[in-house]
């Protein structure tokens, strides 16, 4: 299995643009999700997370090739 880091680093430059576009079209909800997430304690952002990585997964397996 060869790694393809021009793939990797495509995939990594979509994802900081998107992050890019939230803050850039609504920077005061950006603002308030952060504020959000202060108030969360660490198993309540941690389980947010791992739900996240199965998100992620599962889009990667479903249109994955």
Known sequence: MNFDFSLFFRALGLAIVLEGLFW???????????????????????????LGIIAGLLVIWLFGS
């Open 24 to 50: 850039a079209i609504s920077p005061h909800g950006m603002r308030q999700v952060m504020t959000l997430a202060l108030e969360k304690n660490n198993n309540e952002l941690r389980n947010m997370g791992v």
